[in-house]
């Protein structure tokens, strides 16, 4: 029995530049109007403790994002925490076609990641954290979800085992 298990978050560079960025947008400001404005002290000190209130808030969510997946004989299991508090599973006998997608631009569908919900064409859905590479599941009511990994040969691997044990099953139908 072969199992793919990957646990994705965002990467480091990107918590650092959503922290960085928005904190100097937000201080250096607060510090030359300090020399200006006689109150500054205790209007500053409210406007920091917000700004930093606010941004402690933001980098914890940041933080708690990840992306779990599973794939065994069963079929394929995903979590993308904060939007799904549980696990969800998709059965083998839903699934239409299983494949490993490229992305020549590095992430999916409008750009970025994270979690989207797309309407080109049928319904989809899009879970990435970082990389280049996807499973994209079709699903036999018309839905896709593509799921984002970072352990590309692994999922193939994986994959190729339950779509051929998928499609015999097709066959004896």
Known sequence: MKVFVEEQRFKRWILISVMVIPLVAGIVPLILAENEIPEFNSEGFWGLTITFSIMALVFILILSVRLRT?????GVYYRFFPNNFSEKFIPWHVIDNIYIKKSKSGFFGS????????????????????GQFGIQLELKS???????????????QVLNTYKQKTQSNDEMQ
């Open 70 to 74: 599973k794939i065994d004989e069963q």
């Open 111 to 130: 750009g970025g990641y994270g979690y989207r919900m797309c309407f080109f064409g049928k319904r989809g859905l899009i879970m990435n954290l970082g």
């Open 142 to 156: 018309g839905k896709k979800i593509l799921i984002g990994t970072q352990k590309q040969p692994e999922a193939e």
